[in-house]
């Protein structure tokens, strides 16, 4: 059994991953019935797919925001970007831009959160937002990082660029909208701590595809006094390596090269383009091509999970989440055998604690044929697909919430 891997090697591998949350469909078609129901393996998929069998994939939707009643004690704040930001390609190519934004609750005391609702301001461009708490020892920095830039906020692919290295074991995400995402609210007990002071980084992904619209984004939070002995959640994250390759007929393509493909991926995207061959690192061994990965993870401490979610882009085909995966004991806590973009909400389960030196497996399905069938690839060749942050580059991520003794 693989040893735990040393909380630091874990940070500094998990440089430039995201979390919770997603990145872009390809238009803003209304949301469509995805009723396809083949397996992804499938010899006969690229022959047998057909419109239905990409739908919802076919681009961005956004529910209207419906907020759910408060529980005695709590508290709703909105926050908001300061004005409007028009988004461009921050390195002057790519379809993508990803901007942090500083924002303040003005926390007077320390609170539990309890809720998180984003409000997008203009769904034709947003297609993610991520929410980071910011503890009180970081603000100056993030002031200085907000005033460096000019325009309101700042270029953040991956993270924040707050913290070195982002630790997946401990993530600093507290909320998340993606498509299909509503309104979340913890469990009666449980929160997230926020200490006073506090701030909030809300990142934002616009997708240029959908052109470069102004937008001025918000979130309410749910918010209960700290005083109250709730348990706190924390975020940890699941990624595994995306490594798939080119399809036989169209595998002369300049992009159908590996080490092409993740060089374009770091011209567009900078030091988070180098994350592609640290996944390896993480999940260990090298870079295998196929339509499925996995990345096995051994724990080093204890932790209850409450609640889990998976993210994949619009190439994404299906996705698993194990635990104690290969023993008796085995459970699968999220199975999405056609894996919807526009579906993305985080689903409670029945707590699981595990413990120290057992395992958890994140598996995803990736399908070139997809590319045929949606708009947001309209005129784009096949190419070697890594793991990238933009919308149309792909990803395969779990994410747990958990709490731990």
Known sequence: MRRPLAAPLAALLATGLLAL????GGSAEPRADRSATQP??????DDAADDAGAAGHGGHYAEPARSKP????ETRTTIAMPGSYTPSAPYG????????????????RDAWLTGTQVL???PDVVHHVILFQVAP?????????????????????????LDRFQDVNHSSWIGAWAPGGEETVTKPGFGVRLAKGSRIVMQVHYNLLAGQEPDTSAAQLRLAPGKRPYQALTTMLLPAPVELPCR???SDGPLCDRDAALADVKERFGAEGNTADLLHLLCGGEPQPGTTQSCLRTLGEPITIHGVAGHMHLLGRSIKIEVRPGTPQAQTILDIPVWDFDDQGSRPIEPITLQPFEQVKVTCTHVQWLRDKLPAFEGQPDRYVVWGEGTTDEMCLGMLQVTRP
């Open 137 to 161: 020892e970081q603000v100056a920095a993030a002031e200085a990082k907000d005033a460096a830039e000019d325009g309101e906020g700042w270029t953040c692919f991956g993270g924040t660029g």
């Open 93 to 108: 190519t790519g379809t993508d831009d990803y901007r942090c934004f500083l924002l303040d609750p003005e926390l007077e």
């Open 248 to 250: 036989p007929q169209h």
């Open 120 to 122: 997008p301001g203009n």
């Open 40 to 45: 992804a393996s499938s010899p006969s998929a």
């Open 21 to 24: 949350s997603a990145c872009g």
């Open 70 to 73: 408060l529980r005695a004690g």
